[in-house]
Protein backbone atom coordinates (compact mmCIF):
# COMPACT_ATOMS: atom_id res chain seq x y z
CA UNK A 1 0.00 0.00 0.00
CA UNK A 2 1.58 3.68 -1.21
CA UNK A 3 2.34 6.33 1.92
CA UNK A 4 -0.14 8.63 0.85
CA UNK A 5 -2.59 5.99 0.67
CA UNK A 6 -1.97 5.09 4.88
CA UNK A 7 -2.04 9.09 5.76
CA UNK A 8 -5.55 8.70 3.86
CA UNK A 9 -6.85 5.98 5.76
CA UNK A 10 -4.83 7.19 9.08
CA UNK A 11 -6.73 10.90 9.25
CA UNK A 12 -10.33 9.57 7.59
CA UNK A 13 -10.11 7.41 10.58
CA UNK A 14 -9.00 10.07 12.67
CA UNK A 15 -11.96 12.18 11.73
CA UNK A 16 -14.34 9.37 12.45
CA UNK A 17 -12.73 8.73 15.50
CA UNK A 18 -13.24 12.02 16.76
CA UNK A 19 -16.65 12.49 15.15
CA UNK A 20 -18.24 9.29 16.66
CA UNK A 21 -16.08 8.18 19.33
CA UNK A 22 -15.57 4.78 17.53
CA UNK A 23 -13.68 3.01 19.70
CA UNK A 24 -12.19 0.92 16.51
CA UNK A 25 -11.69 3.56 14.29
CA UNK A 26 -9.10 4.86 17.35
CA UNK A 27 -7.70 1.56 17.11
CA UNK A 28 -7.09 1.13 13.33
CA UNK A 29 -5.94 4.99 13.04
CA UNK A 30 -3.44 4.01 15.38
CA UNK A 31 -2.28 0.81 13.46
CA UNK A 32 -1.80 2.57 10.57
CA UNK A 33 0.23 5.04 12.59
CA UNK A 34 2.11 2.48 13.85
CA UNK A 35 3.08 1.27 10.14
CA UNK A 36 3.84 4.93 8.74
CA UNK A 37 6.57 4.58 11.73
CA UNK A 38 8.17 1.80 10.56
CA UNK A 39 8.97 3.24 7.11
CA UNK A 40 12.64 4.40 6.90
CA UNK A 41 10.87 7.57 4.49
CA UNK A 42 9.86 9.35 7.84
CA UNK A 43 11.63 12.13 9.46
CA UNK A 44 12.54 11.72 13.35
CA UNK A 45 10.10 14.89 13.99
CA UNK A 46 7.02 12.57 12.05
CA UNK A 47 8.02 9.63 13.72
CA UNK A 48 7.61 11.38 17.32
CA UNK A 49 4.39 12.66 15.84
CA UNK A 50 2.76 9.55 14.58
CA UNK A 51 3.91 7.84 17.89
CA UNK A 52 2.42 10.15 20.06
CA UNK A 53 -0.81 9.72 18.35
CA UNK A 54 -0.64 6.53 18.17
CA UNK A 55 -0.23 6.43 21.66
CA UNK A 56 -2.95 8.68 22.76
CA UNK A 57 -5.48 7.01 20.52
CA UNK A 58 -4.94 3.29 22.00
CA UNK A 59 -4.97 5.10 25.23
CA UNK A 60 -8.37 6.94 25.31
CA UNK A 61 -11.18 4.39 26.40
Do not use: F, K, V, Y
Request: hydrophobic content about 40%; glycine content about 4%; overall charge negative.
Amino acid sequence: MLASELWAGALSLLLIHHESGCPHSALNAALILDRLCESDELDDETRQLCERASSRLLHCH
